[in-house]
Nanobody, 123 residues
Framework: VQLQAYGGGLVQAGGSLRLSCAASGRTFSTYSMGWFRQAPGKEREFVASISRSSSSSYYADSVKGRFTISRENTKNTVYLQMTSLKPEDTALYYC?????????????????WGQGTLVTVSS
């Protein structure tokens, strides 16, 4: 599976942004999908994940209630809708695919990664 994330940009605090991640191949629906982020000088951290059929989702406490993960298997795409953005949300955001036991929240549980897309939230 090849993944390509896009949709990052510069946004003011309190604003919204939607990230997308397009996957190649016919097996997209067999993977749980996740979003991670890495801020400058910090380790990569889990943001959200969604199960293969979209029946379940899981969020980091820091984004719960503000971010929503979704997917369209017919389009091989996973999304991350981000609202009420804060400066501390500034990071490089990565999408990833996993076939591990649900819910995969560690980066070690993901098998494929896209390149990052940069989100910058100004105060």
């Amino acid at each position: 599976v090849q993944l390509q994330a896009y949709g990052g940009g510069l946004v003011q605090a309190g604003g919204s942004l939607r990230l997308s991640c397009a996957a190649s191949g016919r097996t997209f629906s067999t993977y749980s999908m996740g979003w991670f982020r890495q801020a400058p000088g910090k380790e990569r951290e889990f943001v959200a994940s969604i199960s293969r059929s979209s029946s379940s989702s899981y969020y980091a406490d820091s984004v719960k209630g503000r971010f929503t993960i979704s997917r369209e298997n017919t389009k091989n795409t996973v999304y991350l809708q981000m609202t009420s953005l804060k400066p501390e949300d500034t990071a490089l955001y990565y999408c990833a695919a996993s076939q591990r036991i649900w819910p995969p929240t560690s980066s070690t549980e993901y098998d494929y990664w896209g390149q990052g897309t940069l989100v910058t939230v100004s105060s």
